[in-house]
């Protein structure tokens, strides 16, 4: 499958993700969980889990619980990559550490997969050479002083 014929809506990639992580951190994926982790009502789950089956993400059994399929595996794999670089990536421009989270989760949906490979780069740059992020944080304290004068 090519990245962007068949993209998923930003609400579907956040049950994608968080299905992806619980799997990957437990073994498996129950609505409750779901539910719970994107703080929505299971009835919600319930009917994203079945759209998300119709499309071929998953499987869904109502008693056996769901499965990622190879489609659903390979995004989920992207979207949370994509999750972790950018807190990579506002971690290394000096974001405060509190604010990285939420920052993510609002803008990860609305990048281009461009946009995500020259972060990318960008993320890269930086961690070559731990000089240039002490370089990255002069310049910034710099700016701090100015706007504080
Ligand atoms: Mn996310």
Known sequence: MKWG????????????????????????ARVSDIAEELDVHPS?????????????YLIYEKYRGLVLTDKGKKIGERLVFRH???ERFLEVIGVDPDKIY??????EH?????????????VAYFK???????????????NEQIKHT
């Not at 919600?44 to 089956?53: A, G, I, P």
């Open 128 to 142: 070559e050479k731990e000089q240039r992020v002490d370089d990255l944080r002069n310049v910034q304290k710099k």
């Open 102 to 107: 939420d920052d993510v989760e609002g803008i």
């Open 5 to 28: 014929d068949d993209m998923p809506t930003p609400t579907m990639e956040d049950y994608i993700e968080e299905i992806y992580l619980l799997i990957d951190l437990k073994g498996y």
């Open 44 to 56: 919600s789950v319930t009917k994203m889990v079945q759209k998300l089956d119709k499309d071929d």
């Open 84 to 86: 972790e670089l950018l």
């Open 110 to 122: 609305h990048l281009s997969w461009n946009s995500i490979d020259r972060i990318g780069d960008l």
